[in-house]
């Protein structure tokens, strides 16, 4: 009897298990799978944000923070499974592609697979996209898709990227005598025209203007989020985070004009990586690098609470 009850004690408190999941032609996109002991409530699918930001959110770049798969097994807890990807040509997704050559339709078309794959891995009717940062430009192209129950928007954009970095530019002291060419530069890429990068400063020049993605940035600079999210006729949670310093508070005020019938979560503290924060710019990005920081509390409980459908 007494080891029928530890059996029973250990299965009980087993954490759930992550199976590795493929999506798309000949299998080439990858994602984690992450079920909840016992049956699921909800299915989601998180979109990572720009860049090399991998599936579980960390970045060559010296994020460490995990934050979507501290969000994907705080959900499991909550009942929801959840598939976190690897975008086009990165990472598990290597085969999929260059990802210098992405494209928005080629992430419409990788979300959908995503969706079919996620749904029959689930046995859910449809499932839940869930977009951090960037990855939410593409959590709500994908909003109103087949199969597809609504979208979540985690720290998502709301005005258009150029205004964005215009933004960004001018609030650095140290940079204003680069301005010029910088910003006729911006201004020839949102026309849809790339641009040299002769003239200007190579730091901007090697990242934000790298000739190798400059066809993708002339895509994404055509993105306004506040029409996308209009546009959105499936249920939408928008989240955002009041010490964010990448995506501010503004963007949240603007999505939630835009698509007024959308449920709304203000977390003060939460910063860009899904964490609580000082509002401090340096000491809020050193957090970028913490992998032991916990998730926002509250975070994983709202966003359960919103899939499984009480809202």
């Not at 990802?99 to 992430?107: C, K």
């Not at 006729?233 to 007024?260: E, F, M, S, T, Y």
């Not at 509002?279 to 966003?303: F, K, Q, S």
Request: aromatic share 4%.
């Amino acid at each position: 009897m007494m080891l029928s009850l530890l059996l029973a004690a250990t299965l009980a408190a087993a954490p759930p298990a992550a199976t590795e999941l493929k999506a798309g032609p000949a299998d080439a996109l990858a994602g984690t799978l992450l079920k909840p002991v016992g049956k699921s409530r909800a299915a989601m699918i998180i979109i990572p944000g720009s860049g090399p930001t991998d599936r579980d959110g960390n970045s060559p770049a010296g994020i460490k923070a995990a934050p979507y798969r501290k969000l994907a097994e705080a959900l499991a807890e909550r009942g929801v499974a959840t598939v976190r990807i690897d975008k086009r040509g990165m990472f598990g997704s290597a085969a999929a592609g260059n990802p210098n050559e992405a494209t928005f339709s080629a992430y419409d078309a990788d979300t959908r697979a995503w969706v079919e794959s996620a749904r029959k891995a689930t046995g859910q009717r449809c499932v839940w996209v869930a977009g951090h940062s960037e990855g939410g430009l593409v959590a709500m192209r994908a909003a109103n898709a087949p199969d597809v129950c609504g979208a979540v928007l985690l720290t998502t954009p709301g005005e258009k990227l150029g205004d964005t970095i215009r933004k960004q530019l001018r609030a650095n002291p140290a940079l204003a005598p680069y301005l010029p060419p910088a910003e006729r530069a911006l201004g020839e890429l949102e026309a849809g025209r790339k641009v040299s990068i002769d003239g200007i400063l190579p730091a901007l020049g090697q990242s934000l203007f790298n000739p190798a993605v400059q066809g993708f940035m002339i895509e994404l600079l055509a993105q306004d989020p506040s029409k996308l999210a209009a546009a959105i006729k499936r249920p939408l949670l928008i989240v955002q985070g009041g010490h964010d310093v990448q995506v501010g508070l503004a963007n949240g005020d603007v999505l939630k004009k835009a698509a007024p019938r959308a449920s709304y979560a203000l977390f003060p503290a939460m910063n860009h990586v899904l964490s609580d924060a000082p509002a401090e710019r340096a000491a809020n990005l050193a957090t970028y690098a913490e992998a032991d920081r916990p998730l926002t509390a509250g975070l994983a409980d709202r966003v359960a609470a919103f899939v499984t459908g009480a809202k």
